[in-house]
T-cell receptor, first 111, second 113 residues
Framework: AQKITQTQPGMFVQEKEAVTLDCTYD???????LFWYKQPSSGEMIFLIY??????QNATEGRYSLNFQKARKSANLVISASQLGDSAMYFC????????FGAGTRLTVKP | KAGVTQTPRYLIKTRGQQVTLSCSPI?????VSWYQQTPGQGLQFLFE???????NKGNFPGRFSGRQFSNSRSEMNVSTLELGDSALYLC????????????FGPGTRLTVL
């Protein structure tokens, strides 16, 4: 069964604007972790941000923030002030034992 | 601190052969996970090792196996290669397991002809 859903195959954003990448997940386990990774065309996976299921506050890391809505099982990534270097694939992942990844969203930042 | 290293970076094999990929985690990390990435199936979890023990296993046939050594270095082996095994194989290490962030290596690009 699909556990991580990223409904946006591709997104475009103007440089310096904010963008939200959607992610919903499915689990009955009360304890889990949510992650966002960035994969540029070079292929390396870069960790961006982590949210634990028991964390009360939304996680933030620089220009990245995670909009965590536990009841809705949603963990959207918000990138503020987009830069050209943000163009990449973005993967949402959930860890409850093993790690499951969504299909990814390809973000393109326009100058 | 050095990152996760994977060797080799590129590999070309023919059907029926076997292959061994190597992963050296970040120093001090005890958990190593392996993933297969293909355009069609995306990122799929293969297995996770922690302190030389397999902790979790994904839904892959028995041709895919792995192990972890006492220094946390890990290898994965694929026997009787099939064309569909062509993929980017990513290794990731984390300090412990479960809910620590994972740091990925650059991957091994395997092509099966």
């Amino acid at each position: 069964a699909q556990k991580i859903t990223q409904t946006q195959p591709g997104m475009f954003v103007q440089e310096k604007e904010a963008v939200t990448l959607d992610c919903t997940y499915d689990t009955s386990d009360p304890s889990y972790g949510l992650f966002w990774y960035k994969q540029p065309s070079s292929g390396e996976m870069i960790f961006l941000i982590y949210q634990g299921s028991y964390d009360q506050q939304n996680a933030t890391e620089g220009r990245y923030s995670l909009n965590f809505q536990k009841a809705r099982k949603s963990a959207n990534l918000v990138i503020s002030a987009s830069q050209l270097g943000d163009s990449a694939m973005y993967f949402c992942a959930m860890r409850e034992g093993d790690m499951r990844f969504g299909a990814g969203t390809r973000l393109t930042v326009k100058p | 601190k050095a990152g996760v290293t994977q060797t080799p970076r590129y590999l070309i094999k023919t059907r029926g052969q076997q292959v061994t990929l190597s992963c050296s985690p970040i120093s001090g990390h005890r958990s190593v996970s392996w993933y297969q990435q293909t355009p069609g199936q995306g990122l799929q979890f293969l297995f996770e090792y922690f302190s030389e023990t397999q902790r979790n296993k994904g839904n892959f046939p028995g041709r895919f196996s792995g192990r972890q050594f006492s220094n946390s270095r890990s290898e994965m082996n694929v026997s009787t290669l099939e064309l569909g095994d062509s993929a980017l194989y990513l290794c990731a290490s984390s300090l412990l397991t479960s809910y620590n962030e994972q740091f990925f290596g650059p991957g091994t690009r395997l092509t099966v002809l």
